[in-house]
């Protein structure tokens, strides 16, 4: 069998990203801030659609999860009892000539990558950024911006046993900002300090956390081929005995392939009841459980299926890209699953005729409500179907002069080019099938396939 090789290398993307407003650098204007991104308005709706189905799969899809957004800020403790003040720490080391640093685990060879110098003894340097509460910078005041979501789910467990009445297993998701001040960022926003998480606690009775640990490795794996990402670049990578993190028993991670080769996207641990009983033994609280069922107070033991926002943008993005041969040029467009396209249909009227234009604009503003429409008169008809392609709309509605009198518009798909014509009062039905993922020649009362060559 041949490796599959990386769909689209970063600079291109990255290029796109920036001219058609996905993703920008931080602080443009000042340079930028390193590691730093600001989604634009396509990357900021994308980014919604991905968080949308992960809550909509993960949350509204399983009767046992349910959600929480807890605070960035937890009380200092928090991170003692995790742990995280004591090992969440990367082994640091720096170059004795150019002073830079790096992570030492992540290093072939023992001189600097950058200028071959000779550098420090490695030592652990703690990832979580400090800072201080109210007026007065003292260590007194110090606390730290969570380095994951995890914790506000395992300290806030008995508040959601007590007022949901949930019973074992179920699980507490949650989708937030997380915060490491990592030694070595880069690859665009696959490793920055500033992230967001997507993560649910899976609370289950010791004993059944193996068969749950396997459940919640196939469900997750499957919501990235059920949104579009092709099987064969997605691999499961159990981890090593010593790579596992402090708090964990056992864990896969879900890779892909980016453009710098196969690199998690998702971890899924197991942790067992260690967070439990930290925060039992450092609050005094308890945080047992009782089990209807055998009568017992137990701690639930944990899976953990802990997923990078960003790093699902990026592999969302490297999957869709394609580029076809289009007569001497080149097409480029994202295939993006409808449910994760930034824009669902743009309006495209074929003239800015006054008439035209009337008849497009109502076209527009009925549909607007339902999902993001775009609309664009600007050049030609084919330029304007490129630039939808290349941000991966899924479908275009075309007014032409035709359509004054016969009250028909006409939908063109990105992924074929082909296209049908449809009246105008079936077309937000039409629409909503498609984006179902119907075949677009099954054909609407009253509509007719139009056109079945290529542009
Ligand atoms: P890595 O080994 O790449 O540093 P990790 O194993 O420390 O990641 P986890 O603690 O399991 O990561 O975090 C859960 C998820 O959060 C990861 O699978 C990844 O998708 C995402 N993630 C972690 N660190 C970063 C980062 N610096 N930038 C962007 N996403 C991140």
């Avoid at 028993?249 to 971890?267: A, R």
Wanted: charged fraction near 30%; charge should be negative.
């Amino acid at each position: 069998m041949t490796e599959p090789t990386p769909t689209v290398d970063m600079e291109k993307l990255v290029s796109l990203c920036q001219r058609r407003g996905f993703i920008f650098q931080s602080s443009d204007i000042y340079g930028g801030l390193n590691s730093c991104w600001d989604y634009g308005p396509l990357g900021v709706e994308l980014k919604r659609n991905i968080k949308e189905a992960w809550w909509r799969m993960m949350v509204q899809g399983h009767d046992d999860v349910v959600g929480l957004d807890a605070s960035i800020l937890m009380h200092p403790h928090v991170w003692e009892a995790s742990g995280h003040i004591s090992s969440f720490s990367d082994p640091l080391v720096e170059c004795k000539e150019c002073h830079q640093r790096w992570r030492a685990d992540q290093l072939e060879g023992d001189r600097c990558p950058s200028c071959s110098g000779e550098l420090t003894e490695p030592r652990q340097f703690n990832m979580m950024f400090k800072t201080f509460m109210g007026p007065v910078e003292e260590d007194a005041a110090v606390v730290y911006l969570r380095p994951e979501t995890a914790q506000g789910m395992f300290v806030n467990f008995q508040n959601v046993v007590n007022t949901t009445r949930k019973r074992l297993p179920f699980g507490i998701a949650q989708i937030g900002k997380a915060f490491r001040n990592e030694i070595t960022t880069g690859n665009f926003i696959f490793r920055s300090r500033e992230f967001e998480i997507m993560e649910i606690e899976f609370f289950v009775k010791p004993g059944t956390d193996k068969e749950w640990f396997d459940y919640w490795v196939g469900e997750r794996f499957n919501w990235y081929v059920k949104l579009g990402i092709r099987r064969e670049n997605l691999q499961l990578r159990p981890h090593e005995e010593d790579e596992l993190a402090h708090y964990a028993s056992k864990c896969s991670d879900i890779e892909y392939l980016f453009p710098m080769g196969w690199s998690e996207l998702e971890g899924i641990a197991k942790r067992d009841d260690f967070d439990l009983r930290q925060h039992q033994e450092h609050s005094g609280k308890s945080l047992e459980y009782y089990d209807d069922d055998t009568k017992e107070h137990y701690l639930p033991y944990v899976v953990e299926p802990a997923a990078g926002v960003d790093r699902a943008v990026l592999a969302f993005l490297c999957d869709a890209y394609t580029e076809e041969p289009d007569k001497d040029e080149v097409r480029v467009l994202l295939r993006f699953h409808p449910d994760l396209a930034p824009i669902k249909v743009a309006v495209l009227p074929l003239s800015r005729k006054e008439n035209l234009t009337v008849f497009a604009k109502d076209v527009y503003a009925d549909l607007r409500p339902q999902w993001a429409v775009s609309y664009d008169d600007t050049q030609s008809i084919g330029r304007r179907y490129r630039r939808q392609d290349e941000v991966g709309t899924p479908y275009c509605v075309t007014v032409d002069f035709d359509s004054l009198e016969d009250k028909r518009v006409t939908i063109r798909e990105r992924d074929t080019m082909n296209q049908i014509r449809v009246p105008v009062a079936e077309l937000k039905n039409t629409l909503q099938t498609k984006l179902n993922g119907e075949d677009l020649f099954v054909l609407p009362p009253g509509g007719e396939v139009w056109k079945v060559e290529r542009e």
